[in-house]
């Protein structure tokens, strides 16, 4: 294997550890008059920073593991079709909104944040039976605009100090 190689595999793994590393402090945090399903969505910055820093597939498969293992040590397999769901819409939509021209990285985290909630709804909608979930989607997609554009915030930051610190 090249240098080169082992090194973004590294970083990936780094990455994941990360991400489930705030995905884990992110369940610890009370978080007063939260609804079901309200998330800060503190490991999304990771995939912010992958997707502008490494590339398209490296993130898509970032969120994959990051949902396995989330479902394997946190939450159980039953939380994996939600995660999924959610990951794969927001990233999608965050791919699809990388290519606006000069769309930041919080406009991205942002759509990315409500389309994860969408995902979700989505899912609990088809194994509910019931389309009674609409309304609280929209109060997730509110949430998921807000903490988006913090999330978003965190990784444009880190990606100006990271592109620094890597030239």
Known sequence: ????????????????????????????????????????????????????MLSAPTAFMLMVLKALLSALLFGGVSTLPFSLAGGTLSLIGMILCKKVKDLSPMAVSAAGGMLHNVGQVLVAMLLLKTAGLLGYMAILMAVGLATGLVTGLVAKLTMKHLKTIFR
């Open 1 to 52: 294997m090249k240098r080169k190689q082992i090194q973004r595999m590294v970083l990936c793994a780094l990455l994941t550890a990360l991400m489930l590393v705030l995905g884990y402090i992110e369940n610890l945090l009370p978080m007063p008059g939260a609804m079901p399903g309200m998330k800060l969505g503190l490991s999304n910055s990771v995939l912010i920073y992958a997707l502008y």
